[in-house]
Every structure is written in structure tokens, then in C-alpha cells.
């Protein structure tokens, strides 16, 4: 076992060397958890399967969620090794994970459906080593950095955290049409640096806490999470004949039996000696309160980057010249200016917030948030793109307003022998709610599309020479299947027709696929899922910001703030800002 280390004993330049690694760290991770979403029709394309084919629509699915939903599911648990084996030696074997993976996905030989599952499979892998990588930094940048310079450390390693999965947007769509192993290729290096710079430079620089595994805890709430959160996944699939799966029972099993395993867990976590969730952390003000905000503010967030991809994709790109080929790249490069938005203001928040207290940033954050999503409401589908980027500029600023001095002051809140377990439980409530968000705004999306897209999509069909039995035929296909085209780049209306397109005069079938012809359909019925959407949006950063508010310290800054660990009685709780 590796000797222990003061931070003292470590130096000054110490701090420094622990906030460049985790940020890298979490920068390729998070880039990773959305490098896929463009790149998709590429990769796609070059294995040799057609995702919008419905028995293919569950490998699409899993491509773009079982990142997530992994590091959801064990993101905790890693953060509570961390607590008893040492946070830099599980942070180090989840790069050297993270990194093999990444390997093993670039190197993909094979094609068809083995292909699909072998990337799925090692996107998987790749999650468990997000997971420790994302439940430990939070933690070593706490034991590493004073109270007083922990909002500018959380703040530049919240930028990474979240800037990744913006930046992984254009970094797929750049890479993807050139190779789509790129995709994969690109995390191989910084991930190779980053595990021998990791393994070369960090310590353990807090008390481990040795203490049995609450098996018990892990087992029912991986079971309970992973039923919730593939029963969402699930549910976007039509089913029978409605247009999304809610009502299959299969579903609605996996999402009530999930939810009742996680009661079950609850209960469970109140009666053993060593919980996996250590509820009494909650009994702690700041920490609740902050997690609530943070759970909001990502149910807010998580969908967001989704419909506005579709809304560019579908709409606004094509309607002004660009080829649906091209829309996945553009639309990455459209949306940077929400990029640069919280580039600027998480660190500077961060700091501010150091010497001001944070609750004027994180409740003024969620404000400005929610009324650009209001402004949004109210913005026109065919919209001007200086307004549009404004918007998105501010939105960042309102989101990066609220994410550093947010887990800046939940983690500060924390006991020293807590940080691991509570920074694996924000974490889980934070990537629990980005799939849950996505759940919700492509449920929301589809449902306003399922209102009026069929007899819309018919009526203009038939107007432009389709027969009238095939028009209602593609009427009466799901919805999802014309929100996935748009999403992927592909022309809906012309994955649509497919073969039919020859049968139409020339002139007929190049304006069904031309570029105004499908944005001009869906734009009243996408419009009405959207203002949905960001009403909900809207909602949930209120409750952020009002969250933020009620759960700002009393005594300002973050001033030893403890509360009784049950699990670690033997251990007094180290004082939050004593960088212990």
C-alpha cells in the first residue's frame, strides 16, 4: 500500500499539479459522453448499419446512453472506494481504464451488427472509467486546495466537466467525416498521458476509512437505477400503436420495479453500519439544498443540448441552405457560443464567489438561465442567428454563473472523511438527471410532434404527387423515426420515400427533398413541443435558483460546516477548509 501524504509534505506546486490532471481527466471524459451524438451517422455508415431501421433503433439508443447511464449507476460506489482504498489510486485506475477502452473502440475491425454491439459493449467500459474518474476529482481537488481556493479549483475542473460534452459536439463532427474511428481515436493520447502523468504525480492525501462494502446497498441500487433509466431509454421507442413506449408493460415493470428496488435501498441505507449512501450527510444544509439545485439545474440542462441540435438540424440549417449532410458538424459550431458563454464565467464565478460567498452565483446563475429559456419561448422557429446566439451566449454565462460556486460550496460542506461518497452521490444525482432530462425532452418533443406531424406530413405529401394510401402510410409512422433522421443528419423526407422517389416527376421529388420542404412541415408541430419543453426548463432552473437560495451558508463562506458521519464514528470529521 502507498504511504499517505500530507499536502504539506507534497509542496505548494502540488495543488496545481492535481487541478491540471483532474481537469484533463474530466475534459475527456465528458467529451466522450457527447462525441458520439454527431458522429453518429459516420459511425454508423462505417460498420454498415442503418439506424433509423427499427430493429436497429436500440443499438442507436445505447450508443448515446449507455455512457451515461453507467457513470450514473456507479459513480457513487467508485466515490466510496475512493473514501476507503485512497481517492488518487481509484482516480488512477480509472484513467488507465478509460484509456484502454478508448483504445479498443478505435481499434474496431468488424462490421455489422458484432461491430454495434462491440461498440456498445466497450462505450460501457469506457463509462466505468468516466465513473471513477468523475466521482474522485471533485474529492482530490478538495483535499488538495484551501477553503479559500477551492471555488477557482471546482470551478476550472466544473468548466472541463461540462465544456467536454459541449466541445465533444464539433470534436465528432470534425473527426467523424474524415474517419469515424478518429471519433475514438482521439482520447487515446491525452488518456496515455494522463494515466502515467496520473500514476507518476497524485497521492492520497486524505485519511482512508476502512470499512466493510455494503454489498447489500450497491447491489439494489445499481438493480433499481439501471431498471429506471433503461425503461427511459426504452420509452422513446414507439410501441404497438402509439408513437412512444410508456404505456408497453414491459417498461412500465422495469420503471415501478426499479423505483421500488431504490425504496428498498433507501431502507437499507438506514439500517447498515457502512451505507453506500451515507443519508446522514444530508442532514447537512449546504449539502442537501445544493444537490437539490444541482439535480434541478441538470434536469433543466441535460435535454437542452438535444433539442437545440434538432431544432438546428431539422429546421433552421436546412431552411437556410445547408445540406442534412451537413448539419450535424454546423450545428456543433452553431451552439458554441453557449461554449464560450460558460468558458468565461464558471472560473471567474469561481473566484468571485472564493472572496463574495456563492449564493449570489448560483441563484443569480439559475435566474439568468431561466430567462433565456424564456426568451426562447418566445423566439421564432425560423429565427435571426445573432438573437439565437445571444441567447445561447447568455445562457452559458447563467450556467457557468451556477456550476462552479454550486459544487465549490457542496463540497466544502462535506466532513474531510465524507468527500469521496458525497462527491459520488452529487455526481450520480447530477448524471441521473442529464438521462433523465433526455427522457423528458425527447418525451415531450415527440409528443408535440404526434399531435399534428401525421396529418400534416400527409396532407403535404399528397400535395406534391404521392399517392394518397402511401402518404397516409407515412403519416402513421412514429414520430421518433422523423426526430432520430433530423437528429443524424440523414434527409427524413427522403429516408422516408425511400424507393417511392422514383416513381415521382423529377421536379416533384427534388422539391420533397429539397432543403424547405420538410423544415416548413414541422415547424408548427415541432413548435409546440419545444415551448413544452422550455416551460419545463424554465421550472426547473426557478426551483434551482430557489434551492440555491435557501440552502446558502449562514455564516458565509463555507465555514466548517460538519455534520455526524454514521458510518465513521471512529473518526473525527476533518474540517472543511483545513485541506485536510
Not at 438561465?369 to 438573437?387: D, E, G, I, R
Request: hydrophobic share 55%; no cysteine.
Amino acid at each position: 500500500m502507498s504511504r499517505l501524504r500530507s499536502v504539506e509534505e507534497l509542496g505548494p506546486r502540488y495543488k496545481w499539479v492535481a487541478l491540471s490532471n483532474t481537469t484533463l481527466g474530466m475534459l475527456i471524459a465528458t467529451i466522450n459522453s457527447s462525441i458520439v451524438l454527431i458522429a453518429l451517422p459516420d459511425v454508423f455508415k462505417g460498420i454498415g448499419i442503418n439506424p433509423l431501421d427499427p430493429g436497429n433503433t436500440s443499438y442507436l439508443l445505447w450508443m448515446i446512453m449507455g455512457f451515461l447511464i453507467v457513470t450514473a449507476v456507479l459513480v457513487v460506489s467508485f466515490g466510496r472506494l475512493g473514501d476507503m482504498y485512497g481517492r488518487a489510486r481509484m482516480y488512477n485506475l480509472g484513467f488507465l481504464i478509460f484509456t484502454i477502452s478508448s483504445i479498443l473502440l478505435a481499434v474496431t475491425w468488424m462490421s455489422g451488427d458484432a461491430a454495434a454491439l462491440w461498440l456498445i459493449g466497450w462505450r460501457v467500459v469506457q463509462g466505468i472509467g468516466g465513473a471513477f474518474l468523475m466521482a474522485n476529482s471533485s474529492a482530490i481537488l478538495t483535499d488538495a486546495f484551501p477553503a479559500n481556493q477551492r471555488g477557482l479549483a471546482l470551478g476550472i475542473n466544473g468548466v472541463a466537466a461540462i465544456a467536454g460534452s459541449f466541445l465533444g459536439l464539433v470534436v465528432g463532427g470534425v473527426l467523424a467525416p474524415i474517419n469515424w474511428h478518429w471519433v475514438f481515436l482521439v482520447s487515446v493520447p491525452f488518456g496515455v498521458i494522463g494515466t502515467i502523468w496520473a500514476y507518476l504525480k497524485l497521492h492520497d492525501t486524505a485519511q482512508r476509512q476502512r470499512a466493510k462494502m455494503d454489498w447489500a446497498g450497491n447491489v439494489t441500487f445499481a438493480v433499481g437505477l439501471i431498471a429506471v433509466m433503461v425503461a427511459i431509454t426504452y420509452g422513446l421507442q414507439p410501441y404497438g400503436g402509439h408513437s412512444m413506449g410508456w404505456t408497453s408493460p414491459w417498461v412500465l415493470g422495469a420503471l415501478i420495479g426499479g423505483l421500488l428496488v431504490l425504496v428498498l435501498f433507501g431502507v437499507i441505507e438506514t439500517r447498515v453500519a457502512n451505507p453506500l449512501f451515507n443519508l446522514s450527510l444530508f442532514k447537512i444544509r449546504v449539502y442537501s439544498l445544493g444537490n437539490v439545485a444541482n439535480l434541478m439545474a441538470s434536469l433543466g440542462r441535460g435535454g437542452l443540448q438535444f433539442i437545440l441540435i434538432i431544432w438546428l438540424q431539422g429546421i433552421w440549417l436546412p431552411q437556410h441552405g445547408y445540406s442534412f449532410a451537413e448539419t450535424p458538424l454546423w450545428a456543433g459550431i452553431y451552439m458554441l457560443p453557449m461554449t464560450v458563454g460558460f468558458l468565461i464565467s464558471a472560473p471567474l464565478s469561481g473566484i468571485l464567489s472564493d472572496r463574495r460567498g456563492a449564493w449570489f452565483f448560483t441563484t443569480g446563475g439559475m435566474i439568468v438561465t431561466a430567462l433565456t429559456f424564456f426568451a426562447l419561448t418566445v423566439l421564432p422557429v425560423n429565427f435571426s442567428y445573432p438573437v439565437f446566439a445571444a441567447l445561447l451566449l447568455v445562457n452559458g454565462i447563467g450556467m457557468g454563473m451556477f456550476t462552479a460556486p454550486n459544487r465549490a460550496e457542496v463540497m466544502s460542506s462535506l466532513p474531510g472523511n465524507a468527500r469521496g461518497a458525497g462527491a459520488g452521490m452529487t455526481a450520480t444525482f447530477q448524471n441521473a438527471a442529464m438521462v433523465l432530462s433526455i427522457g423528458i425532452f425527447f418525451s415531450l418533443i415527440i409528443a408535440g410532434l404526434s399531435t399534428t406531424l401525421p396529418a400534416t406530413l400527409t396532407g403535404g405529401l399528397e400535395a406534391h404527387g404521392v399517392a394518397a394510401a402511401q402518404a397516409e402510410q407515412i403519416g402513421a409512422l412514429p414520430a421518433v423515426g422523423v426526430l432520430f433522421a433530423a437528429f443524424l443528419g440523414y434527409n427524413p423526407i427522403e429516408h422516408l420515400l425511400g424507393g417511392s422517389l422514383g416513381q415521382l416527376s423529377p421536379d416533384q421529388a427534388s422539391f420533397l427533398t429539397g432543403h424547405s420542404f420538410f423544415p416548413s412541415l414541422v415547424t408548427q408541430p415541432f413548435s409546440a413541443g419545444l415551448h413544452v419543453a422550455f416551460w419545463f426548463a424554465i421550472v426547473a432552473s426557478v426551483i434551482a435558483a430557489a434551492a440555491s437560495w435557501f440552502g446558502r451558508s449562514r455564516e458565509g463562506r463555507d465555514n466548517a460546516v460538519t455534520a455526524p458521519v454514521r458510518d465513521h464514528p471512529a473518526t473525527p470529521a476533518a474540517v472543511p477548509g483545513s485541506g485536510s
